[in-house]
């Protein structure tokens, strides 16, 4: 049986610019590193990241490593839900305060790659056979983040992300389908709105004055087989029992009517956190009406229904998942290892969100690095989605490039 003879953490920094961190496990001469991303839009009861006394930096995350879990695991075998479970009894908290998530999911991720090396298996593979998902490996839809908006731009546009899902037989097709209409948006943005900025996850982020303004641009730019997916990250535009946005407040209702209209008239296939994640009767209601409408992206006949996704709601948390999926709050989940520390605990919520009838969408974070390991767990776990951002980052592209190659190798 193979042994965890090294362990040690150091700095980087992500696409941001901010420091996190990036964990290396070894057995003998056999050697993994995994680096782990950081939000902006954060929910509420997301596990804790740590950072050091200045709100930014990560040497206390780093010391938790090396002094205190690199120690602990030296030795034992590489076998990655014994080690999660010791790193779940060494930190001892709920939200991983104790030793941070962001060393705890280092740790956790490293000695995942690093089995699927020692048992020359693909990542994805070893990550299907372990998870105990019980579906065949998949390779999900393309959830390519375009437009930039809310707090990933300075709320230039009102919505957080505007997503394009393409068609296609292959990765390779929507991939390509998607580069062509990425290309596509950039010329009309720059012809109708000159140079713009760029958001944090590389979308476009041209100012716009309307809540339709942004769906408009897309859909009028889209070839048959393609919808829009849409990231609100409501809680971020939530106070005081209003939703606010572009100067207008709205009541939950008056906003559950705003999405009616505009599934009706736009190809919307996804909305993502409509509301915020203490406004559970609106999610349930949005849950049960949605069902109703007249949503076009179902009349193009690409979707069998449109998903209210839960991601500040639900926080890839299994107790969060399970109160979510009782009352009906949502038909799917984003799936953000940081947001609870462990792979271990990931897959948990992977299966209670399946056993539900729930769509799973993996999803990276606006503060990225170039580990591809989202890439391989939304294979694993047969996922309907994979949230990575555009490829105009080179740390958004090479998630996708990764998927290419898992592509290759499941034809062999």
Same mark, same amino acid.
């Given at each position: 049986?193979? /042994?965890?003879? &090294? *362990?040690k953490?150091?700095?980087?920094?992500?696409?941001?610019?901010?420091?996190?961190?990036?964990?290396e496990i070894g &057995?003998?001469?056999v050697f993994?590193?995994?680096?782990? !991303?950081s939000?902006?839009?954060a929910?509420?009861?997301?596990?804790?990241?740590?950072?050091?006394?200045?709100?930014?930096?990560?040497q206390?995350?780093?010391?938790?490593?090396?002094? +205190?879990?690199?120690p602990?695991?030296?030795?034992l075998d590489?076998?990655?839900?014994n080690?999660?479970?010791?790193?779940?009894e060494?930190?001892?908290?709920?939200?991983k305060?104790?030793?941070?998530?962001?060393?705890?999911?280092?740790v956790?991720?490293?000695?995942?790659k %690093?089995?699927?090396?020692?048992?020359n298996? !693909?990542? =994805?593979?070893y990550?299907?056979?372990?998870?105990?998902?019980?579906?065949?490996?998949s390779?999900?839809n393309?959830?390519?983040?375009?437009l930039?908006?809310?707090?990933?731009? /300075?709320f230039?546009?009102?919505?957080q992300?505007?997503?394009v +899902?393409s068609?296609? #037989?292959?990765?390779?097709? $929507?991939?390509g389908?998607s580069?062509?209409f990425?290309?596509?948006?950039?010329?009309a943005?720059?012809?109708?709105?000159?140079?713009?900025?760029?958001?944090?996850e590389?979308?476009?982020?041209?100012?716009m004055?309307?809540i339709?303004? !942004?769906?408009?641009?897309?859909?009028?730019?889209?070839?048959?087989?393609?919808?829009?997916?849409?990231?609100v990250a409501? $809680?971020?535009?939530?106070?005081?029992?209003?939703y606010?946005v572009l100067g207008?407040?709205? $009541?939950s209702g008056?906003?559950l009517n705003i999405?009616?209209?505009?599934?009706?008239n736009?190809?919307?296939? &996804?909305?993502?956190?409509?509301?915020d994640?203490s406004?559970? !009767?609106?999610?349930?209601?949005?849950?049960?009406?949605?069902?109703? =409408?007249?949503?076009?992206?179902l009349?193009?006949?690409?979707?069998e @229904?449109?998903l209210?996704v839960?991601? @500040?709601l639900?926080t890839t948390?299994?107790?969060?998942? %399970?109160?979510?999926?009782?009352?009906k709050?949502?038909?799917?989940? +984003?799936?953000?290892?940081n947001? +609870?520390?462990?792979?271990?605990?990931v897959y /948990?919520?992977?299966?209670?969100?399946?056993?539900?009838? =729930?769509?799973?969408i *993996?999803s990276?974070? $606006?503060? #990225?690095?170039?580990?591809?390991?989202?890439?391989?767990?939304?294979?694993?776990?047969?996922a309907?989605g994979?949230?990575?951002?555009?490829?105009?980052q080179?740390?958004?592209?090479v998630k996708?490039?990764?998927?290419?190659e898992?592509?290759?190798?499941?034809e062999k």
């Amino acid at each position: 049986m193979n /042994k965890i003879t &090294s *362990c040690k953490a150091k700095e980087i920094k992500d696409s941001r610019g901010n420091p996190t961190i990036e964990v290396e496990i070894g &057995s003998e001469d056999v050697f993994m590193s995994a680096s782990v !991303p950081s939000g902006a839009s954060a929910g509420s009861r997301e596990a804790l990241e740590k950072r050091d006394e200045d709100g930014k930096g990560v040497q206390t995350a780093i010391k938790n490593v090396n002094e +205190i879990i690199g120690p602990a695991i030296m030795g034992l075998d590489v076998e990655p839900l014994n080690i999660d479970e010791l790193l779940l009894e060494l930190d001892g908290t709920e939200n991983k305060s104790n030793l941070g998530a962001n060393a705890i999911l280092g740790v956790s991720i490293a000695t995942t790659k %690093l089995k699927a090396k020692l048992e020359n298996k !693909p990542l =994805w593979q070893y990550i299907n056979e372990i998870s105990g998902v019980r579906v065949e490996p998949s390779q999900p839809n393309l959830f390519m983040n375009v437009l930039n908006g809310g707090v990933h731009a /300075k709320f230039r546009l009102p919505f957080q992300e505007y997503i394009v +899902i393409s068609g296609g #037989e292959t990765v390779k097709e $929507s991939y390509g389908k998607s580069l062509v209409f990425l290309k596509k948006l950039g010329e009309a943005i720059k012809e109708k709105y000159g140079k713009v900025e760029m958001g944090d996850e590389g979308g476009f982020s041209p100012e716009m004055k309307t809540i339709e303004e !942004p769906f408009e641009l897309l859909s009028n730019l889209m070839d048959s087989d393609m919808v829009i997916a849409n990231d609100v990250a409501a $809680s971020e535009l939530y106070k005081d029992g209003v939703y606010s946005v572009l100067g207008e407040e709205y $009541s939950s209702g008056q906003f559950l009517n705003i999405y009616k209209n505009l599934v009706e008239n736009f190809p919307i296939g &996804s909305i993502e956190d409509p509301f915020d994640e203490s406004d559970l !009767p609106s999610f349930e209601n949005i849950t049960r009406e949605v069902k109703n =409408w007249d949503a076009k992206a179902l009349r193009k006949g690409i979707m069998e @229904d449109v998903l209210i996704v839960g991601d @500040d709601l639900t926080t890839t948390n299994t107790e969060s998942i %399970l109160d979510s999926t009782r009352n009906k709050r949502a038909n799917a989940v +984003i799936i953000k290892p940081n947001q +609870i520390g462990t792979l271990s605990e990931v897959y /948990k919520a992977v299966k209670l969100a399946r056993g539900a009838g =729930w769509k799973i969408i *993996c999803s990276h974070r $606006s503060g #990225e690095t170039m580990d591809t390991f989202i890439a391989d767990l939304a294979v694993g776990v047969g996922a309907y989605g994979l949230k990575a951002g555009s490829p105009s980052q080179e740390v958004r592209r090479v998630k996708y490039e990764r998927l290419l190659e898992i592509e290759k190798e499941m034809e062999k």
